[in-house]
């Protein structure tokens, strides 16, 4: 694959997850523990630690199953 395609299918997953983030939200992704959430007086960090490993353990099991 060249990589203007490979930008252009990265893009288009990233259009999807975006659409289909109201959804996965209702799954508990995004406040799982082991996420850490900061927050002080007008200031909030977050930061998704284990979602982050999750959505990544997912991605690469699912490119590993298309490249079999």
Known sequence: M?????????GLAL??????????????LGRLPGDIVLRREGFTLYVPLVTSLLVSLALTLLLWLLRR
């Open 15 to 28: 259009v999807v997850a975006g659409l289909l983030w109201p959804w996965l939200s209702r799954l508990g």
């Open 2 to 10: 060249n990589a203007p395609r490979l930008l252009i299918a990265l």
